[in-house]
């Protein structure tokens, strides 16, 4: 197993590969603009420093966000084509959950039995998660959703809330546990376990989750 795991769906465009138990390689890049830019260095260098070829890749995970459109689907786009073009299947994952697993495995004392998940959906909103601890690590039991951090309050409640979303809105979310954006190497490493449980994977979709921005100002007559 050569798992290939990109991911786009927050200001990190990450890229890793993951034979079945570890993490071969990973790679990064911080930039909320340009995604498109980063993802395919990014590819070239994990394969790279993997001693790997796009040949040896059995599978793609992609993550499916939430996130913004332009960004997410630069990923999803990529992960879908090159799958394609290799032909070999192509999964996806709850971007929230990459994070809610690097929280959990990298700071468990600090996230509890249970936690949030909360990125930038910009538009002073946050995507959101909640999660409850297992024996087999965070199990996500609401979202993902969107809604501004103000309403997130009563939720939160003093749990540690993982993400981007705390950075932006301390007053509201608490100061928050990292990570702030996905880990493409936390991705893979929930999709492993997954198909090493026989859990299916979900497809290579976006999940926007973007409230319309406009409605129609006009109503339209009903025809008799």
Not at 47 to 69: H, K, M, N, Q, Y
Not at 185 to 205: I, K, Q, T, Y
Request: with cysteine.
């Amino acid at each position: 197993m050569l798992l290939l795991a990109i991911d786009t769906s927050t200001t990190a465009i990450t890229v890793a590969l993951h034979d079945g138990e570890r993490v071969l390689a990973e790679t990064a890049t911080l930039d909320a603009r340009r995604h498109g830019e980063h993802l395919a260095p990014g590819i070239e260098a994990a394969l790279r420093e993997a001693g790997a070829s796009v040949a040896d890749v059995t599978a793609v995970i992609a993550g499916t966000g939430p996130g913004p459109f332009t960004g997410l689907r630069v990923g999803l786009v990529t992960a879908r084509t090159l799958a394609f073009a290799r032909g070999i299947p192509v999964h996806g994952v709850c971007s929230l959950d990459a994070i809610a697993h690097q929280a959990w495995a990298e700071r468990p004392a600090e996230v509890g039995q249970s936690f949030l998940v909360a990125t930038d959906a910009r538009r002073k909103e946050v995507y959101w998660a909640d999660y409850a601890v297992t024996d087999a690590g965070p199990r996500r039991m609401e979202g993902p959703a969107v809604d501004k951090p103000s309403d997130l309050v009563d939720r939160v409640a003093g749990r540690a809330v993982a993400g981007r979303g705390p950075l932006l809105y301390p007053d509201l979310l608490g100061a928050g546990v990292p990570p702030l954006d996905v880990s493409a190497g936390h991705l893979a490493a929930v999709a492993a376990a997954r198909l090493a449980a026989g859990e299916e994977l979900g497809p290579p979709e976006p999940l926007y989750l973007r409230r319309p921005d406009a409605a129609p100002s006009v109503t339209r007559k009903s025809v008799l």
